[in-house]
């Protein structure tokens, strides 16, 4: 048996603290808000700055890199040594990044602010997840569902900020969303004034909880190597749809800017409503079921997208982000599961893998748009949900923990 981190510690009986759930998800909702601005304002950037598709993946990989390389770095480092007000310095990195790409003068300085934006999340995402733990009260997937459904509304309205506030004013109205920046510094600093009693009243106890007996290392490799294939899978996909699909929707509908941006929301919308209901049904049903359903699921209607019409594409899109947005949840509860007592760790790496796979996708598919037409990424990007066959490597963790144990 081993044991849990001062931060992890839990009395059995205590009861969900939504209030706490409700701040994360609204910072959450906060920061993801300032990075999908990011994506969302490539058809005004592309015009001012003269880009080609390349130079947009390369936009994409910088802040999807610099926030996957960093995050389970800084994990790993907090859960030995857990910083209850980092996130307030994670937010004060994308306020900084917002006013860099606001008034930015040259394709480079595009970059730095972009990197600023994606050290914010890479700071965020970890404890923010270990902090939404703490306060599930047991119930991990629905924890974790209210938290990231935050972002992926953040997400959603990010198209919507673009199509009315941006494009209308100029690049410059970047700026004007630092007001949600430093909401979230103030909301974030109580959050962690919480967290920090937490940890107090954690060393105060008698004794630490005790963790599950640990898996075999070969089988938690072989596992997390599953897992992270199916986060490729679904985010490689969701990289084509948050990058290209605006330049699609042009190409192919030939529908204005404004447009594009609301099929896009569309899309985003629903990848909000699946991150709500993955959780609960996980903690449920069972985190496979749902990771099976959700990736392999959304198969049938990727591989028609390419050939559906304008109001069967934003359809399909709708179900596509509902069905594929249900698995991120379960995936990162199961991996929480499986290696108990690294939180920050787990969080870290599936977040930051999640957004390393986004950024080398985007930056992938943007040269191949360059060469061979945006209408070819989406037809070769229809066939990623199979890789949910994968699925069925995932071991029992309740079964393979007897047989440890035993």
Request: glycine letters at 12%.
């Amino acid at each position: 048996m081993t044991t849990a981190t001062a931060g992890d510690r839990r009395p059995a009986a205590e009861t969900t603290t939504f209030g706490i759930l409700a701040a994360l998800s609204l910072c959450h909702f906060f920061n993801d808000v300032m990075q999908s601005l990011i994506t969302a304002i490539y058809p005004l950037l592309k015009d001012n700055y003269g880009l080609d598709f390349g130079q947009i993946g390369l936009l994409t990989l910088v802040f999807n890199g610099t926030a996957s390389l960093l995050q389970p770095l800084i994990g790993f480092y907090t859960d030995r040594r857990p910083q209850p007000y980092s996130l307030v310095v994670g937010m004060g990195s994308s306020l900084a990044g917002l006013f860099v790409l606001a008034y930015a003068t040259s394709y480079g300085l595009l970059l730095v602010g972009a990197a600023l934006v994606g050290l914010g999340s890479a700071i965020f995402h970890p404890e923010s997840s270990r902090m939404a733990r703490l306060a599930s009260g047991g119930r991990h997937g629905l924890a974790q569902s209210l938290f990231q459904v935050g972002g992926n509304v953040g997400t959603a309205a990010g198209p919507l900020f673009a199509a009315f506030i941006i494009l209308p004013r100029g690049q410059e109205s970047l700026a004007w969303f630092a007001a949600l920046a430093l909401t979230g510094m103030v909301v974030l600093a109580r959050v962690g004034a919480w967290y920090a009693g937490k940890r107090a009243a954690a060393a105060k106890s008698s004794a630490p909880v005790a963790l599950p007996p640990a898996l075999p290392r070969g089988l938690v490799l072989r596992t997390l190597t599953v897992l992270a294939l199916l986060i490729f899978s679904k985010y490689i996909y969701i990289a084509s749809l948050g990058s290209y699909y605006t330049f699609y929707a042009i190409e192919r509908f030939g529908v204005s800017v404004s447009t594009a941006q609301l099929l896009l929301f569309l899309f985003l919308g629903g990848l909000a409503a699946g991150t709500l209901l993955g959780g609960p049904i996980g903690d449920r049903f069972g985190r496979k079921l749902v990771i099976w359903g959700s990736i392999l699921g959304a198969l049938p209607f990727t591989l028609v997208l390419p050939y559906a019409g304008l109001v069967g594409t934003a359809v399909l899109t709708v179900v596509i982000g509902l069905i594929m947005a249900s698995a991120f949840s379960a995936i990162l509860v199961y991996a929480q599961e499986l290696v108990p007592g690294k939180v920050g760790m787990i969080s870290g790496l599936f977040f930051g893998f999640a957004f390393g796979m986004g950024g080398i996708g985007a930056a992938v598919l943007g040269q191949i748009a360059d060469v061979r037409g945006i209408g070819f990424v989406f037809t070769i990007c229809s066939f990623l949900p199979l890789i949910g066959l994968l699925t069925i490597f995932l071991p029992d963790i309740e079964t393979e923990r007897r047989k440890a144990a035993a």
